[in-house]
């Protein structure tokens, strides 16, 4: 099997959809030899803020010399991505040969298995194969019948920033998205709270937290003490060490903080947190694709993502209104979304991701013009819209990961 060829088929499970329950994904793995059982993990739910905890945790592990797997998604310009060993990707060669080898047993087994659980079962063979000391092993979607949730006793488990969203999914309440997180709670494992979280989501962490006995700590905003910031990151007292958080956005230093308290949690010594909490990337957050004009891609897409980005905008760019390019999938509520941002654009111009999912452009741009930017137009492709958008003055591209996977490389030319 070719990479191209296991792409299209990893793609092409996507029609099985979104699945409750964990019998697919433990069938799965049991025909692959269990290799989850093999590892040891710290698993990381949350709304939003998981790929950039994930990340810093991930550094950390490097510096601290453990040979560190990475599992996250979605993945913003290259599929493979979404695992990584010591921040090299899975190579190409191997995804397409791990494909064709869980293909085979996933059409022995005779279920419906989604996408997301095949990439799963996938990653935790590749990290098994490579002998991993550590995986640092981010949720999909919720936590409790997240694939990634077939490990049995991780090291840590790690919670976001709680918000709502997947609200169809995942319950239109606060507490019902929480406990769905906190399900990757495990017995006598210790968990991780991130700070900033809503009274009635904490109440239902330390419920959960008391039933299966796991040593919590909460982390807490007054724990972080942001010493300087820019567009290129900040300084930053967290839980009183100094650390340079490579990420822009005062929301980054409360997810530096998470991966900080989970980090020492963990047994991991200072010099280690700090160093690794520097050396972290990962792509649209916040992202300075260019300077001259200046360029910005982010991938958040939920009203919680919206307001970060608004802070951060009004810190680093005061006073000035950016061209935007927006395209956002139609499970979001991108009415909210682009009220929270309105105020901090002139112009934007919608488009439609690819995804079949996506908002149509018209639609987003009705619904932009609706929350009060009144220079909302719609173009017919991304490229379009980057096109029409561009120019002699600051350009924010945003709403969805698949938009900026689709755009990273033009505008990092621009």
């Known amino acids: 099997m070719k990479y191209r060829e296991a792409l299209a088929y990893i793609h092409g499970l996507e029609k099985f959809g979104i699945l409750p329950g964990l019998e697919r994904v433990a ?5 692959l030899g269990n290799p989850q059982a093999q590892l040891r993990c710290v698993h990381v739910a949350g709304t939003n803020g998981k790929g950039s905890t994930c990340a810093m945790l991930a550094g950390i592990f490097r510096r601290a010399g453990y040979k560190t797997g990475l599992y996250t998604s979605p993945y913003v310009t290259n599929f493979c991505e979404r695992m990584q060993i010591d ?8 995804l397409a040969a791990l494909t064709e080898r869980c293909k085979l047993l996933t059409e022995a087994l005779s279920v419906p298995i989604t996408e997301f659980e095949f990439v799963t079962a996938l990653a935790f063979a590749w990290f098994a194969a490579q002998k991993c000391d550590v995986v640092v092993l981010e949720t999909g979607l919720g936590g409790r019948w997240d694939a990634t949730n077939v490990i049995t006793a991780p090291m840590c488990s790690v919670i976001t920033k709680i918000a709502l969203d997947h609200t169809h999914i995942l319950g239109g309440t606060m507490e019902k998205i929480a406990a769905e997180k906190a399900g990757i709670f495990k017995n006598n494992c210790p968990a991780v709270i991130a700070c900033g979280q809503d009274a009635q989501a904490l109440a239902v962490f330390a419920a959960r ?3 299966t006995n796991s040593p919590c700590v909460m982390a807490r905003a007054e724990e972080c003490e942001i010493l300087s910031s820019s567009l290129a990151g900040s300084w930053a007292l967290l839980a009183g060490l100094r650390v340079f958080v490579p990420f822009a956005g005062r929301h980054m230093c409360h997810n530096a ?3 900080v308290r989970a980090a020492r949690a963990l047994g991991l010594t200072d010099a280690c947190i700090a160093a690794g909490i520097a050396d972290a990337r990962m792509p649209a957050r916040l992202e300075v694709c260019a300077r001259e004009p200046l360029v910005l891609l982010d991938g958040g897409h939920n009203p919680d993502g ?5 802070a951060a905008l009004a810190e680093y760019l005061p006073g000035q209104r950016l061209s935007a390019v927006c395209g956002m999938m139609a499970d979001k509520d991108a ?3 682009l009220r929270i941002l309105a ?3 002139f112009c934007l111009v919608a488009c439609a991701p690819p995804n079949p999912r996506a908002i149509p452009p018209k639609e987003l741009a009705a619904l932009a013009r609706a929350a009060g930017i009144v220079n909302a137009e719609a173009a017919d492709t991304p490229e379009e819209a980057l096109q029409r958008a561009a120019g ?5 591209v945003c709403g969805s990961f698949y938009l900026a996977g689709h755009l990273r490389c033009s505008l990092i030319k621009l």
């Open 335 to 337: 009415g909210e979304y």
């Open 257 to 259: 903080l998470t991966a």
């Open 87 to 94: 921040g090299e990707m899975i190579a190409p060669e191997d």
């Open 306 to 310: 919206a307001r970060a980005l608004a």
């Open 27 to 31: 069938a799965l793995c049991g025909a």
């Open 209 to 211: 937290a008391a039933e």
């Open 392 to 396: 002699d003055f600051p350009l924010l």
């Open 343 to 345: 105020p901090h654009l």
